[in-house]
């Protein structure tokens, strides 16, 4: 090998990794612990992207951007967590049980799945879900054998209209959840993987992870720590604005006043949006589709104490019959996250904060009159639409440079545009440029 290719192989020199969200982090941990230098660039004034925390000035509580919840299946992002020292910052409950309140009907309910993989609690009258029986559970077998082509609702909705109990309070919720896309639009291959990777592997796979704190307290600030302490460099404040290309390298940077140069043996990871990395990189087929989250952070009244009736020791609920999908309890402010939110997304949020604060006074038997302070977060472009055509469209880590590596929950991780998906593709970015 002469010394000039052995100088311009990407596995030698400085790693510039654009964009500072989960994946980008993920990804310039991963390239200091393999002994790659890391330049990490940010266009905002702060890391995390979506996953972040802040002090809001109206609610005068620290609150996060987006409610996440991670479950023991998800163990790229755990490791991720423990690797920057943030393990202390999860809370865990002693069980993997997910609480339920119908808001329409006042019925309640806990999905509390058995230990190992037989579902014995599908048996139990006790342990279903109300007005469900033990073989409605058994059409999940479908989602196993799903086309690529299917949806949830190919593979397990009725004819005529009425999918009864399981669906709206099963397999909606849970759609929504984790693919933030209406079960008619869902990939159910992808749901398949999220039910075969949690639900079928028992108690032990689905216990749930909340950060104590926030956001930015677990996954944000100590990665960064993290990522200076390997000699890492970070900048916010720059925007990428074009790439340089020549033949089948990029050569420099472009953040407007900065040009930065990629050096022969340099290599770059771009963890941005699809739309921008689809605006940087010609012939990029990336998936543009995407559906919103809208968040609501209420700050309780003084004096209010919440009626915590179902499983006092978990501070989430589920919600069906009304407009939110989960509540989120940390001290005096409740957070409730409505996923797949095409309509609230386009509502004025003063209309938005008045429906939430009702979904949170049934839930919690408070004062639906009263006027407590709420900040409602629109994320209208939250995730990619993870239907089977967007899924097509997710690239892989590697392009046609071979020192520019692609990261982001919506590339190809084989996992839904969630935490876990954004973790992984950082790692994946950052071994495909670490190769010789």
Same mark, same amino acid.
Not at 140 to 156: E, R, Y
Not at 258 to 270: I, K, T
Not at 279 to 295: E, K, S
């Given at each position: 090998?002469?010394?000039?290719?052995?100088?311009?192989?990407?596995?030698?020199?400085?790693?510039?990794?654009?964009?500072?969200?989960? &994946?980008g982090?993920?990804a310039?941990l991963?390239?200091?612990?393999?002994? #790659?230098?890391?330049?990490?660039y940010?266009?905002?004034?702060?890391? +995390?992207?979506?996953?972040?925390?802040?002090?809001d000035?109206?609610?005068?509580?620290s609150i996060?951007?987006?409610?996440?919840?991670?479950?023991?299946?998800?163990?790229a992002a755990?490791?991720?967590?423990?690797?920057? +020292?943030?393990?202390?910052? /999860?809370?865990?409950?002693?069980?993997?049980?997910?609480?339920?309140?119908?808001?329409?009907?006042?019925?309640?309910?806990?999905?509390e799945?058995s230990?190992?993989?037989?579902?014995?609690?599908?048996?139990?009258?006790?342990?279903r879900?109300?007005?469900?029986?033990?073989g409605?559970?058994?059409?999940?077998?479908?989602?196993?054998?799903?086309g690529?082509?299917?949806?949830?609702?190919?593979c /397990?909705a009725?004819?005529?209209g009425?999918?009864?109990?399981?669906?709206?309070?099963f397999?909606?919720?849970?759609?929504?959840?984790?693919?933030?896309?209406?079960?008619?639009?869902?990939?159910? #291959?992808?749901?398949?993987?999220?039910?075969?990777e949690?639900?079928?592997k028992g108690a032990?796979?689905?216990?749930p992870?909340?950060?104590r704190?926030?956001?930015?307290?677990?996954?944000?600030?100590?990665?960064?720590?993290?990522?200076?302490?390997? *000699?890492?460099a970070?900048?916010?404040?720059?925007r990428?604005?074009?790439? $340089?290309?020549?033949?089948?390298?990029?050569?420099?940077?472009?953040? *407007?006043?900065?040009?930065v140069?990629?050096?022969?043996?340099?290599a770059?990871?771009?963890?941005?949006?699809?739309? *921008?990395a689809?605006?940087?990189l010609?012939?990029?087929?990336?998936p543009?589709?995407?559906?919103p989250?809208?968040?609501?952070?209420?700050?309780?009244?003084? *004096?209010a104490?919440?009626?915590?009736?179902?499983a006092p020791?978990l501070?989430?609920? +589920?919600l069906?019959?009304? &407009?939110?999908d989960?509540?989120?309890?940390?001290g005096?402010?409740?957070?409730? $996250?409505?996923?797949?939110?095409e309509?609230?997304?386009?509502?004025?949020?003063e209309?938005?904060?008045? /429906?939430?604060?009702?979904d949170?006074?049934?839930?919690l038997g408070?004062?639906?009159?009263?006027?407590?302070?709420?900040?409602i977060?629109?994320?209208?472009?939250?995730?990619?639409?993870?239907?089977?055509?967007a899924?097509?469209?997710?690239?892989?880590?590697?392009?046609?440079?071979?020192?520019?590596? /692609?990261?982001?929950?919506?590339?190809d991780t084989?996992y839904?545009?969630?935490?876990?998906?954004?973790?992984?593709?950082?790692?994946?970015?950052?071994?495909?440029?670490?190769?010789?």
């Amino acid at each position: 090998m002469t010394e000039t290719a052995s100088r311009d192989r990407p596995s030698r020199g400085r790693v510039h990794v654009v964009g500072a969200g989960l &994946a980008g982090l993920s990804a310039a941990l991963r390239l200091g612990k393999l002994g #790659r230098p890391v330049a990490l660039y940010e266009a905002a004034s702060q890391a +995390g992207g979506r996953c972040r925390s802040y002090v809001d000035a109206k609610l005068e509580r620290s609150i996060d951007n987006g409610n996440h919840m991670l479950l023991a299946a998800n163990t790229a992002a755990l490791d991720f967590v423990a690797e920057i +020292g943030a393990g202390d910052t /999860l809370t865990r409950p002693d069980r993997a049980a997910f609480p339920f309140l119908d808001l329409a009907s006042g019925e309640s309910w806990t999905v509390e799945p058995s230990n190992g993989p037989i579902p014995w609690w599908i048996f139990s009258a006790a342990r279903r879900i109300p007005g469900t029986a033990a073989g409605d559970y058994l059409a999940a077998w479908k989602l196993a054998f799903a086309g690529a082509d299917d949806t949830v609702a190919d593979c /397990l909705a009725k004819s005529g209209g009425d999918n009864g109990p399981l669906w709206e309070r099963f397999w909606v919720p849970l759609t929504v959840a984790a693919l933030n896309t209406h079960p008619r639009e869902a990939s159910a #291959r992808l749901l398949w993987l999220v039910v075969r990777e949690s639900f079928a592997k028992g108690a032990a796979a689905c216990h749930p992870f909340i950060a104590r704190d926030g956001l930015s307290e677990t996954f944000v600030d100590p990665a960064l720590a993290a990522i200076r302490a390997q *000699g890492g460099a970070v900048a916010f404040g720059r925007r990428l604005r074009a790439l $340089t290309f020549q033949a089948d390298r990029v050569t420099a940077l472009d953040f *407007g006043e900065q040009q930065v140069p990629v050096e022969p043996g340099e290599a770059v990871v771009l963890a941005l949006p699809p739309a *921008g990395a689809a605006d940087l990189l010609p012939g990029l087929q990336a998936p543009r589709d995407a559906r919103p989250i809208v968040n609501a952070h209420i700050r309780l009244p003084e *004096g209010a104490t919440p009626q915590r009736r179902l499983a006092p020791d978990l501070p989430i609920l +589920g919600l069906v019959g009304g &407009a939110a999908d989960w509540l989120f309890l940390r001290g005096d402010v409740v957070s409730l $996250t409505v996923s797949a939110a095409e309509d609230l997304a386009e509502r004025p949020a003063e209309e938005v904060a008045a /429906l939430l604060w009702r979904d949170t006074a049934r839930a919690l038997g408070l004062d639906s009159q009263a006027e407590p302070l709420v900040r409602i977060i629109k994320e209208k472009r939250a995730t990619l639409a993870q239907t089977p055509a967007a899924l097509k469209l997710r690239p892989g880590p590697r392009t046609r440079w071979r020192n520019l590596a /692609l990261a982001g929950d919506w590339t190809d991780t084989g996992y839904p545009a969630t935490i876990e998906s954004a973790v992984r593709s950082g790692t994946a970015a950052a071994r495909l440029l670490a190769k010789p």
